[in-house]
């Protein structure tokens, strides 16, 4: 029932807090998950505070994403240049369909149903693997977290950590069922083991791969694939074709400057000093077809939107999402998109203001997503903003209106406030059950205070006496 | 019009005033780097040897596998204990690799990562696709930050070239760390001189 639920995401039916209570139907789930996620920024912090530049860093690299954003034309078109002169082939797509036609274009060229594919949080944006099984194309994500979500027919949760949201006994029964290891077997390491069985056979037999991107350098044309797994290699590696997806913000102007990317990228995200892999693709291989495909979906529209341009300098690290805390009592699937925490909740509003108005809402606007952020995104600040848009362009619900509308009308009647005061001191103090039910979102979870006898301005009044 | 025109041209008239691209050499100290090395390797899963020369590389290796394991090494050095590596050969054919040794170009002591580029490895897949990694690295060519790194790779035009930092491994189950998720289940590295 909770899987059918959740699924509802695709259809953009449900609400953040409506899918973040089905979450924390499960108290115990919830607290392991909030204290895992804590943990991982906290050795986010420990990697961190052990580079003297640190605040440098974040600084240059937040400069360098700038200056893409203000040339991101000329930077486009000399990696274009570039690419072509290593042999590789260079698709535009203006939307997800768009993106997703071109893959199927390939396939069908080389007359291949089946193929790996690393993680891209893109091709999740595009929703690729539905849009391949309809044609009739089977995808195998090799990514672990991303295989064990694919098997249990969910999304990703998180972009580094796509299964945070599973116990490991979830995944030994999913194991037992897809990939044949024993009943009840929940150790990680047996686990994964059966996992690189399994996968290994798969990347020896399909023929063709695809890998997201990390970095795509102007000047050589080259793109970099960060995993831990090893997986986008051995994907790659042993395809006939490999095409790389990746956003048009995916830029950077020179080599040199991943020099300063990749030192930020895993210490924010894992607390890691680096990925295991940091692979730099810059021609096909001899003898294989090479293809990157260049994608907008809505971001060229984002760069025009002055208050909310800088969420398109993010690298995809994750660690706003660790440290949030509703994100990390939510979890991942109660924002119903493919990036979810704070920095999904600035970008999904740009793709459609109706299906994600309630995205923005899902913050308490503490600031940390802010404070972590490697290219220093002013994530609360954005969330705030968006807030503002969302209103005046009448994409919240009615009952959220009205409720700002009467507080905009007390606030702005001082004689009014005193009344409203009193009478809400009163009701508490007598008629508790009043606020004190189901009905008051403010009660779920929380005690009511005790009415305090007078207000400070009654309190105030009296004193100056 | 093509998506590509419509693309440039959206970013044309939706992108900011040019902003300037930032210069920054960052200043580093020198000393205790291969400590540091030492230290950051093995802390994510790496085990370091100090060796005077190869002749010491291949004896730690032997005591730690068997002549009837397939050991392939695109180095000369080996060639008395590992088969070459052909490069345009099927790839497919390095799947029951036991050991692959190669050389990196330049060791970063901040993260412990290994340049390799392919010409280094002949086919791209060896050292993904191998049970075991064995990488040498010349004791002077450890630098202290991917600063120095891409300075000194400069402008060489590799078709491929990767960091490899570590064995191969994954915490998706849990956050349990499992070293040797698709490639490499260890590595070893030898700091040479």
């Known amino acids: 029932m909770v899987k059918e639920e959740t699924q509802q995401q695709h259809k953009g039916l449900a609400e953040h807090s409506g899918l973040a209570d089905i979450f924390n139907r499960d108290e115990q789930r919830v607290n392991w998950h909030d204290e895992t996620l804590w943990f991982v920024r906290s050795k986010r912090d420990k990697a961190a505070h052990s580079l003297p530049e640190w605040e440098l860093l974040r600084e240059t690299a937040s400069q360098i994403k700038h200056n893409v954003l203000s040339d991101l034309d000329t930077y486009l078109q000399q990696f274009e240049e570039q690419a072509l002169i290593n042999g590789v082939t260079v698709h535009w797509a203006a939307d997800a369909r768009e993106h997703n036609q071109i893959v199927h274009s390939i396939l069908k060229k080389h007359e291949i149903n089946r193929m790996v594919k690393s993680k891209s949080m893109l091709t999740e944006e595009c929703h690729l693997n539905e849009y391949l099984k309809e044609h009739g194309v089977e995808v195998i994500d090799t990514d672990l977290g991303e295989r064990i979500v694919q098997l249990a027919e969910e999304p990703p949760s998180h972009i580094v950590l796509p299964c945070i949201h599973k116990k490991k006994e979830e995944i030994g029964e999913l194991f037992h069922t897809h990939?044949?290891?024993?009943?009840?077997?929940?150790?990680?390491?047996?686990?994964?083991?059966?996992?690189?069985?399994?996968?290994?056979?798969?990347?020896?037999?399909?023929?063709?791969?695809?890998?997201?991107?990390?970095?795509?350098?102007?000047?050589?044309?080259?793109?970099?694939?960060?995993?831990?797994?090893?997986?986008?290699?051995?994907?790659?590696?042993?395809?006939?074709?490999?095409?790389?997806?990746?956003?048009?913000?995916?830029?950077?102007?020179?080599?040199?400057?991943?020099?300063?990317?990749?030192?930020?990228?895993?210490?924010?995200?894992?607390?890691?000093?680096?990925?295991?892999?940091?692979?730099?693709?810059?021609?096909?291989?001899?003898?294989?077809?090479?293809?990157?495909?260049?994608?907008?979906?809505?971001?060229?529209?984002?760069?025009?939107?002055?208050?909310?341009?800088?969420?398109?300098?993010?690298?995809?690290?994750?660690?706003?999402?660790?440290?949030?805390?509703?994100?990390?009592?939510?979890?991942?699937?109660?924002?119903?998109?493919?990036?979810?925490?704070?920095?999904?909740?600035?970008?999904?509003?740009?793709?459609?203001?109706?299906?994600?108005?309630?995205?923005?809402?899902?913050?308490?606007?503490?600031?940390?997503?802010?404070?972590?952020?490697?290219?220093?995104?002013?994530?609360?600040?954005?969330?705030?903003?968006?807030?503002?848009?969302?209103?005046?362009?009448?994409?919240?619900?009615?009952?959220?209106?009205?409720?700002?509308?009467?507080?905009?009308?007390?606030?702005?009647?001082?004689?009014?406030?005193?009344?409203?005061?009193?009478?809400?001191?009163v009701v508490m103090k007598y008629l508790p059950f009043v606020v004190s039910n189901k009905l008051n979102p403010w009660y779920k979870e929380r005690e009511m205070p005790k009415p305090p006898k007078e207000s400070f301005r009654e309190w105030y009044k009296r004193e100056r006496r | 019009m093509s998506s590509r025109e419509k693309i440039l041209a959206a970013v044309r008239a939706n992108k900011p005033d040019l902003q300037p691209l930032p210069d920054v050499i960052i200043p580093v100290r020198e000393e205790g780097l291969i400590e540091e090395y030492r230290r950051v390797a093995e802390g994510i899963g790496a085990k370091v040897y100090e060796v005077g020369g190869t002749a010491e590389v291949k004896e730690l290796l032997a005591a730690s596998f068997e002549p009837s394991q397939r050991i392939v090494s695109p180095l000369e050095d080996f060639a008395d204990m590992a088969e070459g590596i052909e490069a345009g050969i099927d790839p497919h054919s390095f799947a029951d690799v036991e050991l692959a040794i190669v050389r990196a170009e330049i060791g970063v002591s901040e993260n412990s990562a290994l340049w390799v580029p392919e010409g280094n490895v002949s086919q791209r897949v060896i050292p993904f696709i191998c049970q075991h990694l064995a990488i040498l690295i010349n004791r002077e060519r450890i630098v202290p930050t991917l600063q120095q790194a891409y300075s000194l790779i400069g402008e060489i035009n590799y078709g491929y070239g990767v960091f490899i930092a570590g064995p191969s491994k994954t915490a998706d189950i849990e956050q349990s760390l499992v070293l040797g998720a698709h490639g490499p289940r260890s590595l070893r590295v030898f700091i040479v001189g």
Request: charged share 20%.
């Open chain 1, 179 to 425: 990939l044949g290891t024993a009943a009840g077997e929940s150790d990680p390491q047996v686990l994964t083991e059966a996992a690189r069985q399994h996968l290994r056979e798969s990347f020896l037999t399909r023929r063709l791969a695809l890998t997201g991107v990390n970095f795509a350098v102007a000047e050589t044309g080259e793109f970099v694939v960060c995993t831990n797994e090893g997986n986008a290699d051995m994907g790659s590696h042993l395809a006939d074709v490999h095409i790389a997806s990746m956003g048009i913000e995916k830029i950077i102007p020179r080599r040199k400057d991943l020099g300063i990317f990749l030192r930020l990228l895993a210490r924010s995200a894992t607390g890691q000093p680096i990925t295991t892999y940091s692979s730099h693709f810059r021609k096909p291989r001899a003898g294989q077809e090479m293809h990157i495909i260049l994608v907008d979906n809505g971001r060229t529209v984002q760069l025009g939107r002055e208050d909310f341009r800088n969420s398109l300098k993010c690298i995809r690290c994750g660690a706003c999402m660790n440290t949030c805390p509703v994100y990390r009592r939510s979890g991942g699937h109660s924002y119903h998109n493919a990036i979810a925490g704070p920095i999904g909740s600035i970008l999904a509003p740009n793709l459609d203001m109706k299906a994600y108005a309630d995205l923005p809402f899902a913050s308490t606007l503490c600031g940390s997503c802010s404070n972590v952020c490697p290219v220093k995104i002013d994530i609360h600040d954005q969330l705030y903003k968006w807030r503002q848009v969302l209103v005046k362009e009448g994409h919240v619900s009615p009952v959220k209106a009205m409720g700002m509308k009467v507080m905009a009308f007390t606030f702005a009647m001082p004689r009014f406030f005193a009344f409203a005061g009193k009478a809400g001191r």
